[in-house]
Nanobody, 121 residues
Framework: QVQLVESGGGLVQARGSLRLSCAAS????????MRWYRQPPGKQRELVAQISSGDNTDYLESVKGRFTISRDNAKNTVYLQMNSLKPEDTAVYYC???????????????WGQGTQVTVSS
């Protein structure tokens, strides 16, 4: 089995910073794209940032210039550095990854359990 475990959430004041981590564990042959989503209170889940296996990145327009996604393939971990946080960034943040467990199994998308980020004004 494969598990994704997020960490690093918490309460921070506006204009502060947080760094989220998401580590994949289990039987893993290859990790393709890795992503961070968020779900604000009472709203739909949205894609915040994604990074390909070749380190190409893409961001939600509202976080460009403030958030940075990165990955450490040796640790099967994806990070989200969040700077200049705003109250509207308050949400549960989820990581997501496309993982091949073995060479003979197609890629499957796995989700973490989520971590709460609260930004106070």
């Amino acid at each position: 089995q494969v598990q994704l475990v997020e960490s690093g959430g918490g309460l921070v004041q506006a204009r502060g910073s947080l760094r989220l981590s998401c580590a994949a564990s289990g039987t893993i042959f290859r990790i393709n794209a890795m992503r961070w989503y968020r779900q604000p209170p009472g709203k739909q889940r949205e894609l915040v940032a994604q990074i390909s296996s070749g380190d190409n990145t893409d961001y939600l327009e509202s976080v460009k210039g403030r958030f940075t996604i990165s990955r450490d393939n040796a640790k099967n971990t994806v990070y989200l550095q969040m700077n200049s946080l705003k109250p509207e960034d308050t949400a549960v943040y989820y990581c997501n990854a496309d993982i091949r467990r073995t060479i003979s199994i197609v890629s499957v998308t796995y989700w973490g359990q989520g971590t709460q980020v609260t930004v106070s004004s």
